[in-house]
């Protein structure tokens, strides 16, 4: 017994350690960052006070986006070992930074998606106080809902804070509530559809390689064009979503290029695929192989896209204080200083590496079981909806899209289960009181027969025996434990929660935290 107590001691010092040292190289990149900023910045008074303060502040925010937001990036793919956790985060970490510091942009929206009028602001000092209580505000709110392990979206932290801060200090009048409205609805259409388009692109792969007597065969008709596919979807994202601040595209345009990559993808993948299908079992562990450079190349080309987007939510209200500052007026939008975007930068890839795991696991592996097909859908998913929602114009977040995703994936699981399962208890029943390995070889044929002979083997049975039955109760318990195998029914109610959560209480820090910063001002 002591011994047991001495190791779970040692455990929880070196938990204490770890966190101490992750605490200790965060605190060492926001003190970096104050120092440049009050070196650097040659601005005095109480401006450079509030300056250096939303300086210090966009780094943790920045660290918080990379914390929370990454993670649906590189999730799946952790989940579905196409990945290490490590070459996770050095891939996402490499390639978020290099989203943000060549397709970033140089200019940003002071006020995101307008929640705000800025005209409704009177003076440079309350849009300072409000740019600064905001960016405050919309990293709590991160830092508390990755410590809950729930991944939110940081757009919409940074809205709803922007929008408590707005209210505080112009009044009712300051919110535009027409844009709210779309928020609140892109709270419904993104999980959704994100769960729609993983679980109808999962159906039909299950059906047209899974379910075949020969997967391999299946799978070197099929792969090729689900990677060409890929391609497509996943390069026009980039033309629309990852390159738009320096390259601007109209959606004919990106859907050209992306389907010169298609076209070529699926020469190559067809190459590829048809060397590595010599060497393939025919099972599904075998046919997953074919999706591992696909998730690894998913997952760079999403933290790319990612970061060359999100990174406004770190640096764009820092980049606001920084132009009222210096220009002494308020404007909608505001250039964005290359130390500004350094910072962002920088902090997200910190924040992924210190504190990204949680989340990575959560998303990965915590909410359903993923393998490399099923992330392969979530990954497309995040793609395909937001291109297609873009040009639709319908609001939507792509942490809810991924999420969605990954949820969709699971219930089809549980869909395409039930009947399974319902087949397999059959069978055990129809074998009850024979020789347990007749039963297990029974079953083993059946798992690894095709949905045709599955459907002859279950109507041979039927012919020459009659069916036993499970008490109702019985069955209601067994589909309620299956399910909860296959989707954890927890992981949905607090994830949703916390969605539903995140502009109200973004919003009810960024107003008290104002009315704080305005009272110490004018004390």
Known sequence: MEFQNIARLEKAGK???NDS????????FVVLVMLYASLTQGVSGPHGAM??????????MAMNIGANDVANNVGPAVGSRAISMLGALVIAAVFEAAGALIAGGDVVATIQKGIIDAGAIEGTDRFIWLMTAALLAGAIWLNVATAMGAPVSTTHSIVGAVLGAGLAAGGMQAANWSQLGEIAASWVISPVLGALVAAALL??????????????????????WLIGLMALAFTTYLALKGLNRVWHVGFATALAVGAVAGVAATW??????????TTLENSRQGINRLFTWPLIF??????????????ANAVGPLAAVVDAVRSGSVSGQAAIPPWVMVVGAVGISIGLLLYGPRLIRKVGSEITELDQMRAYCVAMAA???????????????STHIAVGGVFGVGFLRELLHRPHAHAIGFIRMHHAGQDKEVVDRFLDDFLRASLERKREMLDA????????????????QLKRVYREDLVKRSELVKIVAAWLVTVPVSAALGALIYFMIFGMVNA
């Not at 040292?21 to 060492?28: A, E, H, K, Q, T």
């Not at 792969?205 to 792969?223: C, G, K, N, S, W």
């Open 15 to 17: 938990r204490a350690r």
């Open 268 to 277: 190559l993948a067809a190459r590829a695929v048809r060397r590595a299908s």
């Open 298 to 311: 998913a997952a760079a080309l999403l933290s790319f896209a990612h970061g060359a987007n999100d990174v």
């Open 461 to 476: 049975l039927k012919r020459h025996t009659a069916a036993a039955d499970l008490s109702k109760f019985e069955r209601k």
């Open 383 to 397: 793609a395909v909806t937001v291109i297609v929602a873009s040009q639709l114009g319908l609001p939507v977040s």
């Open 51 to 60: 300056l250096i303060a939303a300086a210090v502040i966009g780094g943790y």
């Open 203 to 224: 159906y039909w792969i299950t059906h047209r390689i899974l379910y075949r007597d020969d997967m391999v065969e299946a799978a070197r008709r099929v792969v090729p």
């Open 21 to 28: 040292l992750r605490l200790g190289i965060g605190v060492i």
